[in-house]
């Protein structure tokens, strides 16, 4: 936003223009009870150097990590300078969402370039633009998949999933009288096949699975999805790490029929919590009960390529109980920023990047497991996470490590009791040898436990 300071002269000259004597009188709408009696108890106003000064000191009581190995869901990654420049430009701002394709080409056009690589990643057909998070693209797929069913009420979930997307399921999903979820157990870090197949019956409209899940492991959708197929329902690949997009085959092309999960990796920092980016990509066949919007191309009368929102119901917007989504809606700058990144990555930097992550997670895994107090959980693939068992005291663990300004990874007792006493790791791009080393070394003074 632009900072368009007002004199009091020019404040005069408004209130003049519009016909009032104060800027108080423009509360005569609001009934005198409701209205502020007094001030704010906030600081008196101060110059920008002072409130600059004070935001400073404010910001330094933050905890600035030198190392961070933690992910779940949240991941650090590099992000060019370029982008931070590039989206700044006048030509994305445009309408919050571009109902009025006159004056809106520069975002429509940057939401279809985004569709159009979400769907080279994902290897399905049809993409929206976009949600908000992880958590609600997996409602919004569980929704979907059950109207593409038709006369088929449950979802299976794997509870490899993301355990705070499973909440979001059970907050959004479950509440509707019809439709029930019902959670598929794991067998050595991934979906239980048998547990799967016990489960899979005419009811059943979809399976949703991570990949990676939230372990780290990344499961065999191939190998899922003939049960699945069978069972007449759908296979939805969740996400929650996109750059793995660059390491593992498309899930559209190994039997996903929908996927979606979380693209903030794409250009965007975690910073404290968000902003993210939910994305869902379909076959074609089911781009009618697509929630959202979806971009297209076209051309105008004079054969000039044009873009326009398409394939969204007037109930979308109006009249909102026959709405395919209501919870939707367009992360635009977030989505600006993943298309920025994917474009000036390109598919070689894309590969490249998630071969480092995948790489330092490999070196990360092997420098622990030196470490007496530290033991192998699972025998799976992985992307840039694992797990692994920590024989010593988790608190002094973490302490020792909060004290060095390196944050560790998740104590996965916090979700899965089965796990009491692991930790999931995490490494991407951003990681040093010199990092590793660090960890390494701190972890080695932490006393053992008797």
């Not at 998630?354 to 107090?373: S, V």
């Amino acid at each position: 936003m632009r900072y368009l300071p007002s004199s009091p002269a020019e404040d005069r000259a408004l209130l003049d223009t519009i016909g009032v004597a104060r800027a108080e009188d423009l509360l005569t709408g609001i009934p005198e009870a409701l209205r502020l009696k007094g001030g704010l108890d906030l600081p008196a106003q101060g110059s920008e150097q002072e409130v600059a000064w004070q935001m400073l000191d404010l910001a330094n009581k933050n905890t600035r990590f030198c190392a961070q190995f933690l992910g779940a869901g949240a991941y650090d990654h590099f992000v060019p300078a370029a982008i931070d420049a590039m989206v700044s430009r006048q030509e994305w701002f445009t309408a919050y969402t571009p109902y009025q394709p006159e004056i809106s080409q520069g975002t429509l056009q940057h939401l279809f370039e985004y569709q159009t690589l979400i769907c080279d990643l994902t290897g399905l057909d049809v993409t929206n633009a976009s949600l908000y998070d992880g958590g609600t693209a997996c409602v919004e797929t569980a929704l979907m998949a059950v109207r593409v069913a038709k006369k088929r009420h449950t979802v299976l979930v794997s509870q490899g999933l993301h355990p705070l997307y499973r909440q979001v399921l059970e907050t959004n999903f479950a509440p509707h009288d019809d439709l029930k979820l019902v959670e598929v157990g794991l067998k050595d870090g991934v979906t239980d096949l048998a547990d799967l197949q016990a489960k899979l019956d005419g009811d059943v409209a979809a399976v949703l699975v991570g990949y990676p899940n939230f372990l780290g492991a990344v499961e065999d959708l191939a190998a899922l999805a003939g049960p699945v197929h069978a069972a007449g329902a759908l296979l939805v690949s969740v996400t929650q790490e996109a750059l793995a997009f660059g390491w593992l085959e498309a899930p559209g092309k190994v039997g996903a029929d929908m996927a979606c999960g979380e693209a903030m990796s794409f250009g965007n920092r975690p910073t404290f919590g968000g902003p993210y980016l939910g994305f869902l990509a379909v076959k074609d066949a089911h781009k009618r009960e697509i929630p959202g919007r979806v971009v297209g191309q076209t051309k105008d009368l004079d054969g000039r390529t044009g873009y326009v929102l398409t394939l969204t119901a007037r109930e979308q917007h109006i009249r909102r109980d026959k709405a395919t989504s209501n919870i939707c809606s367009n992360q635009g700058l977030v989505t600006l920023r993943a298309n920025l990144f994917l474009q000036l990555a390109g598919p070689e930097g894309l590969r490249g990047l998630a071969e480092q992550n995948a790489a330092k997670a490999q070196y990360l895994r092997q420098r622990l497991l030196d470490l007496p107090d530290m033991e192998p959980v699972l025998d799976q693939p992985f992307f840039n996470e694992f797990v692994l068992r920590y024989k010593g005291d988790m608190a002094a663990l973490q302490e020792a490590c909060l004290a060095e300004s390196l944050l560790p990874g998740l104590d996965l007792g916090r979700f899965y009791p089965e796990y009491q006493g692991c930790i999931l790791w995490c490494a991407t791009e951003l990681h040093t040898r010199r990092m590793i080393e660090s960890l390494v070394e701190i972890l080695a003074r932490v006393p053992a436990t008797v």
